[in-house]
């Protein structure tokens, strides 16, 4: 119970609050409204419980208000200029369960021709929630002046497609008001559509540097993203049955919980947002290099500051790769199928990756502030992003769509290695996107495809992908020697690179099966003849004739034996990797046992 000073310090704020928002109300179908309308609901909002609490009959009156304000927005169909106040009650209302009661008990008092919201008490009064988010979604989508919506279409794909550069503006909502909301429609049939509203709203949501929250997003986000994954037939689940479509708690069909006007609305909006995507799924596409630059200019602000450079040229190798594979298969117009389920997919991409944008900033302050305390909570929450990303894992490509991903990200796969993982399955996922011809999927996997390379920066700084740009960076397709120019296959190039890094390694100190020299000292070379790699090709165990063309690149010497070169240094690779993870195991395990903290595994 509020004291006197403070509870007629209430009902003077209600009182002017009340005359303001009325004053409101009266002047929408004249002019917009006011800067400071999202301000004057919340202040309403946050008043009403102190209210009931000392003045009920007062409280009644300003939740009379804040109906009437409801139903003027509901019953007017209203432009995007009123979304911001839709939003603050919306995320008043998600966070109070105390708010929804008085709302849904005042409406349920008034006339039954004045009720804005569905009588449910049962339900939780999650009803009323409900109402207002459908709302939120229909006003989004509509255009001043126009009667076919394409203007607020437009504005829907543009935000799909992750157009980075083009700014919707910073919702009212906060970001864990609109995770809040996602969690809450998930308990009801919400059509999945809307759900993809809201998720490209949190992705939107100005947030502060909570890595926490940011780390909930994103596993949600990846929940989200391989429950609708098996909608696109692309890859196979591995270890178990698909996850079902639908997960609501209550089967009820979602109609029973809005009024029949918004039930209308809704779907007439969502068969026009669907039939707009499906004749502007491919508009979004590159059709030469060109455009691959353009991609990667729009996007090159999120990748990872200090190896920008390095990594725009190994993107849009990348990219280009793609391409090239895609569309040895010609894709016909018609055979794209854009469905809610697809939409979905997209606004969880968007949402994945604006989450991990942020962690990935978190984690460059977290380095950069030199304290043990940081370094060990970066290692422990980097632990968490790799057991996310590892879900991915259980869907390998189906044989429609198996690709040598050697030859596109220029990298083997190591599936224990999340950011390897990540780019490798959304490298696949962007190859069915351009022969599907949805473009605005495609852009979404190649935010991700950046938020693996940046990843991948963060561990090593992209020396993984070093030897092949290096062995690429000359021509891509084409090796030039004296004689002729011979064009090497994807297989070869693989091949070049992995002898490039043998070389590197272990200049001067090859060993093979017999003890002898892969690679003889600087000061010997003089003595020894040398000839071609033919015979180090040959012992390859998938060794063809195509590789016929590397010889030139790769000097033997003569009579020795190579046959079990490859396999010497596949052993002593595996044996440095396992040195360096115990060593770098025990140093932090010292670490935090200075600090006087349990290392968690």
Known sequence: MPDAEELEAARRLASLALAELSRHDKSFSTSPPCAGLPALLRHCLGLLPLLNAGDPRLAARCCCGLLAFLGAIISRNPSPSLLPSLEVVVESLAFSDRLRTYLAMADCAAPE??????????????????????CHFISSLQDEGSLQDEGGFEVFLSALSCSWNKS??????????????????CLFPLPVVVQAHLLMLASRCFSDQNLDLHLHAFEHAMDLYVRYLPALDVFNRTNGKKIPWSSSVNQRPFSCFIKDATDQKLRSQIAGLLSFCQLHSGDDLPTNESDIDRLIEENQHILHEKFRQESIVVLKDILS??????????????????SDGIICLAAVLRLMGSSLLHILHCFSQMRSASDKTNVITLCMEYNVICKIICLLGQHEANELHRYNLLDIIGMPVDRERASVLMLAHFATLSICCVRRRV????????????????????EEGLGT????????KESAVFCNTEERTLEVSGRAKALASQYVTIHKVHKGRHVDGDGSSLGAPQKCESSIRKVDGQAFLECHPEYSADWNDLTDFIECEDGKNYSNTLIQQRKFKKFKYEKWCSTRQHNLESTVNILGLKWRS
């Open 113 to 134: 021709g004045s009720r804005i919201f569905k009588a449910l008490p049962c339900q939780g009064e999650h009803h009323v929630t409900l109402e207002l988010v459908c």
């Open 439 to 458: 473009g605005f999927l495609w852009k979404g996997c190649v935010v991700m495809m950046i938020m693996s390379i940046n990843l991948i920066a963060e």
């Open 168 to 185: 919707l503006g910073n919702p009212e909502i906060s970001f864990q008001g609109a995770l809040r909301l996602i969690h809450m429609t």
């Open 465 to 472: 992908f070093q030897l092949s740009t290096d062995v690429s």
């Open 321 to 338: 790769n793609i391409m090239c594979c895609a569309n040895q298969e010609e894709v016909l117009a018609s055979d794209t199928e854009v």
